[in-house]
């Protein structure tokens, strides 16, 4: 049985395969049947609308139906009962399990328990790999991956949406560029990780260092809480917005990626311009899914 | 002459392990990764900071001797986290009939635990705890927190 855990279990052509079954699944008009006949369920024990609604939309469109417990219902199914239990239990209705969780590794343990295959599908402040996929997707759209200049910006310490990409960026022949204020930035066992993979990673603390060599601007949301007074947040958002100024003597080919939803990190005004490609990014979550999805049964 | 007192310290043993050369002061340690509790009914002898002169120990070591028990090498490689030097000596009828060093295994199950107390395997859930084991440290198979220095106080 095949299950989607984390993207550190890919190899660099799992991941190819992957996108490229994406890929196609964009560019030809349906309808789809892989999944017809067939239930998922999504198990929500945490709330995630978008990722819910796009896993749900992956799986009508393939054919099949979803059985969503959110996480009201989900707090109530885990009185008392462990993710085991759950998930052997919810195994014996549906063909897969789409599991969102607060704990990490919780989607290994799912895992190791449910008799139809598990797709992660975000544990806690661990893996999160459809995001991840749809990432690597939107960059593919508009460049090849092989030696391109990738920036992430924003809290590298705590987010896992740039964790996962950089791990999955390191499989290709690119320079990692790392942008994060002081005390967000990347912790030293990742950074670490990445340059053993043969990875070029380059850190910068002020982003008018770098926005010009970058074909790829990864942003992330920068969160209030992470500092300890509103006056020091303010002072880092802002010296990390990204307005089209930022942008005038940007690359050519550059894009401009948020795993949504954002906060201040990006000027509406950015919206315009055709290198903002988030909302691009947040619709290729479905196809991607549905690739996914395809992939473990 | 009477004999010398160091020979009393700990008596030899008619059939069962003895574990020597354990990194001194963690016998007790030793005894808990081994799920020997002192009411799981084994008969014990056990010697703290005894002289050796080996090197690098800083010239102590302990000594424990379980009776009546022949630990399998799959249990005492738990211990070589924290006593990388230990010897497992079975004894039958007084002779040693096996001696052996301790590995640190490639993955350790229900040793350590997580360092992240976000992690799945911290919740109450029927899994043991399970550990990679790389020249870095251990990379938990759940959350992938590495733990790299400070064994001793993570062992369940
Ligand atoms: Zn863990």
Redesign the interface.
């Known amino acids: 049985m095949y299950h989607i855990i984390?993207i550190?279990d890919f190899e660099r052509a799992e991941i190819d395969e992957l996108l490229d079954k994406a890929q196609a699944i964009d560019q030809d008009p349906g309808p789809f049947t892989s999944l017809n006949g067939r239930q998922v369920a999504l198990l929500f024990f945490e709330p995630s609308t978008r990722t819910r609604m796009s896993f749900a939309s992956a799986v009508a469109r393939l054919g099949g139906s979803s059985i969503c417990v959110d996480s009201v219902e989900g707090s109530s199914i885990s009185k008392g009962e462990?993710?085991?239990d759950t998930v052997r239990v919810v195994s014996s209705y549906v063909d897969v399990i789409v599991l969102r969780?607060?704990?990490?590794?919780?989607a290994?343990?799912a895992a190791?328990f449910a008799s139809v295959p598990v797709i992660n599908a975000g544990?806690?402040?661990?893996q999160h790999p459809s995001q991840t996929l749809l990432d690597l997707y939107t960059i593919r759209q508009s460049m090849p991956l092989e030696g391109i200049d990738v920036g992430l910006l924003g809290d590298l310490r705590y987010g896992r949406t740039t964790h996962s990409l950089a791990y999955a960026l390191s499989n290709y022949d690119l320079t990692i560029h790392t942008i994060a204020p002081e005390t967000l930035e990347m912790p030293t066992?990742l950074k670490d990780e990445l340059l053993d993979r043969g990875c070029e990673v380059v850190e910068h603390d002020d982003i008018t260092d770098v926005i010009n060599d970058l074909d790829v601007l990864y942003a992330t949301r920068i969160q209030r809480e992470r500092f300890p007074d509103a006056a020091s947040y303010y002072n880092v958002a802002e010296s990390y917005r990204i307005t089209p100024e930022l942008l005038e003597n940007r690359k050519e080919q550059m894009i401009v990626l948020h795993p949504l939803p954002r906060a201040s990190e990006i000027d509406p005004r950015v919206d315009a311009l055709p290198c903002a490609k988030y909302f691009e990014q947040a619709r290729n979550g479905v196809p991607v899914r549905m690739a996914m999805l395809e992939e473990v049964i | 002459m009477p004999e010398e007192p160091k020979a009393l310290l700990i008596r030899p043993i008619r059939d069962g392990t003895v574990i020597d050369h354990i990194t001194h002061g963690e016998a007790l340690t030793v005894l808990r990764i081994l799920g020997i509790t002192g009411t799981t009914g084994e008969k014990l002898s056990i010697a703290t900071n005894v002289d050796t002169r080996i090197a690098g120990t800083g010239g102590l070591k302990d000594i424990v001797k379980v009776s009546n028990r022949e630990l399998s090498k799959e249990e005492v490689d738990r211990i070589a986290l924290i006593a990388p030097n230990a010897t497992i000596n079975i004894i039958r009828n007084y002779l040693v009939v096996e001696k052996i060093g301790v590995e640190i295994p490639r993955y350790l199950r229900g040793v350590i635990r997580c360092t992240n107390p976000g992690c799945i395997s911290n919740a109450n859930e029927p899994i043991e705890s399970a550990f990679g084991v790389s020249p870095n440290g251990l990379r938990c198979h759940y959350c992938d927190t590495v733990i790299s220095s400070d064994y001793a106080q993570h062992i369940i």
Do not use: Y
């Open positions: 984390s550190k462990t993710l085991a969780h607060p704990k990490e590794g919780a290994r343990l190791e544990d806690g402040a661990g066992s």
